[in-house]
């Protein structure tokens, strides 16, 4: 007689934070500095770092650029943006302090096609992509991506929804459906998913955990049933909620209390949430306020650029890929591929796939993602994996 045994099932509890968490917000201000180099010269080297406090905003790190920087500017219209224009906010931007501690460095000009200085070297036509493909890693690092075929958006489902319930969040304030919101917002969302071999299936949302900032003229009991219908509830399928979902909005009932807990932050403070929520791995480097050179962003986009065409492939249902690279070497030293068990191709024949059709050098990576644009400001906001516009969210077409 065949023993029948029935999919193992489990939790999974993913995050997502606001633009106006303390973290994001020195994100964005850092990604913003980045875009501002790189409209200015595409091969800026920049490493910025951002710390917030009540009142205060502090920017600090080194810039090689041609760019003429305002960092106070760049600062106070990024908090414009997400929404901190209220004097009894943490923050105000017409208001705060700004200490600009970036350190800019001279960078050498080169002559134009006539052999003259011409005072914008790094745009000279012809120059630029020629040094670019001189570039090599900037740093030691190993970095992971990471596809499921569990959403259409080859994300898990935990952190798709979760960040789904921010960006709601953070429209309802802005299109005044709930006018009291403000800016700081955190989401949790644990899923039941069920497992066979290595192939995992979400079966119900299980758990949503919502707490808001907002202003004092809204009761708790509002408050979360306008959030439980107006946002919770339009940004989960309904074929994943059932009467046993629990819904946690503003559990401490705390009114206007910032999210975030005592109002403090720096750059690099959600990498969990900048990515896969806790699936797959993280090489533990930040992204925002680097450019391309650091690999810890650009080999982290190609990682998912890479797992999420094999899965799109058919080649797996779920792909973690990790790279590793050193300083003052453009190839990796290492590709690592696990399917979980979801592939029926060996992972050698993988790895095969992934250099015929993937350039790895930071130099390919930044040309064939066009990671010298200035793309980086909206990647600091809901997660670097969640935009269809994203280049390294367009899967490629392998060649097999």
Not at 79 to 108: A, F, H, N, W
Not at 264 to 286: E, P
């Amino acid at each position: 007689m065949t023993i029948q045994h029935e999919p193992e099932t489990f939790l999974f509890t993913s995050e997502s934070v606001g633009e106006g968490h303390p973290d994001k917000i020195c994100d964005q201000i850092a990604d913003a500095i980045l875009d501002e180099c790189l409209r200015h010269d595409p091969l800026s080297k920049v490493a910025i770092e951002v710390a917030v406090r009540p009142g205060l905003v502090i920017v600090f790190g080194v810039v090689d650029s041609l760019a003429c920087l305002d960092v106070d500017g760049i600062v106070r219209e990024v908090l414009r943006d997400i929404g901190y224009d209220s004097p009894d906010q943490e923050l105000d931007y017409r208001t705060c302090d700004v200490m600009d501690y970036v350190e800019v460095r001279s960078v050498k000009k080169l002559p134009n096609s006539n052999g003259n200085g011409n005072g914008n070297g790094a745009l000279v036509s012809g120059s630029f992509p020629s040094r670019a493909e001189k570039e090599v890693a900037g740093d030691q690092g190993m970095v992971f991506g990471y596809a499921t075929d569990e959403t259409p958006q080859l994300l898990p489902l935990t952190i798709d929804l979760a960040h789904r319930i921010s960006r709601a969040l953070k429209a309802a304030c802005i299109e005044g459906t709930l006018p009291w919101l403000r800016p700081d917002t955190k989401v949790q969302v644990t899923a039941e998913y069920k497992q066979e071999g290595g192939h995992i299936a979400p079966l119900r949302v299980h758990t949503v955990v919502v707490t808001a900032q907002h202003t004092p003229d809204v009761t708790v009991d509002e408050l979360r049933g306008a959030i439980r219908e107006m946002v919770v509830l339009k940004s989960i399928p309904a074929m994943y909620l059932d009467a046993r979902t629990v819904y946690h909005i503003q559990p401490t009932g705390d009114v206007g209390v910032t999210p975030s807990g005592k109002f403090a932050g720096v750059t690099g403070r959600k990498i969990v949430v900048d990515t896969y929520g806790g699936w797959g791995a993280h090489g533990g480097g930040a992204f925002s306020g680097k450019d391309f050179r650091q690999v810890d962003r650009s080999a982290a986009y190609m990682a998912r650029w890479i797992a999420k065409s094999l899965v799109h492939a058919g080649l797996a249902q779920r792909c973690l890929i990790q790279l590793s690279y050193s300083s003052g070497i453009a190839e990796p030293l290492s590709i690592f591929i696990d399917t979980f068990g979801t592939s029926q191709v060996s992972v050698e024949r993988l790895k095969q796939i992934v250099r015929m059709n993937f350039d790895l050098r930071p130099a390919g990576i930044a040309m064939e993602l066009g990671l010298m644009s200035p793309i980086y400001y909206a990647t600091a906001k809901n997660g670097h994996f969640t935009s269809g516009l994203f280049p390294w969210e367009r899967v490629r077409e392998l060649v097999l």
